[in-house]
């Protein structure tokens, strides 16, 4: 069956310093899409990727579906406080497009 | 921008017993979606709903569970008799319509089975 992985589980950096969290997956993905939940908070829709190597950028996000569409990313630039929480990765597949979630990085931001 | 609301925040209940969380999903939205999180974990998908019937379900949607629409605006979930491990945060969600669209959130049920 697919499996598919998000790493890291957990990451610390300085506020300032750059972030990646990574979604790779054995079979080839229809689409991707990312959440973001605040501590406490529910999920919120971030982008969609559909296109084998598609790059979109929102400020100093920027998010990458790789050209065999099996694995993506998301980079944060300069990270800031408001930027704490996890981050999902997440596709839709079946009649309704219900949503599988990756396992989810949790990014801390150190003042 | 409209969001979808869920009630109660937080329900606390004894093993063996019902509960019905509630939703109301974004007006003009079709699809309607309930996902469960346990403490710490991941988010994971019960159930969809669309015309008034069930889509699809995951293997966690067992018999105890349900799902209904009972009036225009409203979606809820019953758990019919309560198990410590239904112990959760549970998500209401919609989409406008079928595709890869993007899924509105509500804040969330927190379910504590005691």
């Known amino acids: 069956g697919q499996q598919v992985m998000q790493i890291p589980q957990y990451q610390h950096v300085q506020e300032g310093e750059d972030f990646t969290t990574y979604c790779n997956s054995s079979?080839?993905?229809?689409?991707i899409q990312w959440y973001k939940q605040r501590p406490g908070g529910h999920p919120v829709f971030l982008i969609q990727?559909?296109?084998?190597?598609e790059v979109k950028k929102q400020k100093r996000l920027t998010f990458q579906f790789g050209e065999a569409k099996k694995n993506s990313s998301l980079h944060i630039t300069a990270t800031q406080t408001t930027d704490v929480g996890t981050y999902f990765c997440?596709?839709?597949?079946?009649?309704?497009?219900?949503?599988?979630f990756g396992s989810g990085t949790q990014l801390t931001v150190l003042p | 921008e409209p969001e979808v609301t869920q009630t109660p925040s937080h329900q606390v209940t004894q093993m063996g017993q019902e509960v019905i969380l509630r939703c109301v999903p974004i007006?003009?939205?079709?699809?309607f979606y309930w996902y469960r999180q346990i403490l710490g974990q991941k988010v994971e998908f019960l159930v969809s709903?669309?015309?008034?019937?069930?889509?699809?379900k995951s293997e966690i949607f067992d018999d105890q569970f349900s799902v209904e629409r009972p009036d225009g605006s409203n979606f809820t979930l019953k758990i019919r008799s309560t198990k410590l491990e239904d112990s959760a945060m549970y998500f209401c969600?919609?989409?406008?319509?079928?595709?890869?669209?993007?899924?509105?959130f509500g804040d969330g049920t927190r379910l504590s089975i005691l």
């Open positions: 997440a596709w839709s597949s079946g009649s309704a497009r219900q949503l599988t």
């Open positions: 079979t080839t993905l229809s689409n």
């Open positions: 990727l559909v296109k084998s190597g």
């Open positions: 007006s003009n939205h079709l699809y």
């Open positions: 709903f669309y015309n008034n019937e069930i889509s699809e």
């Open positions: 969600a919609s989409s406008e319509q079928r595709g890869n669209q993007p899924q509105h």
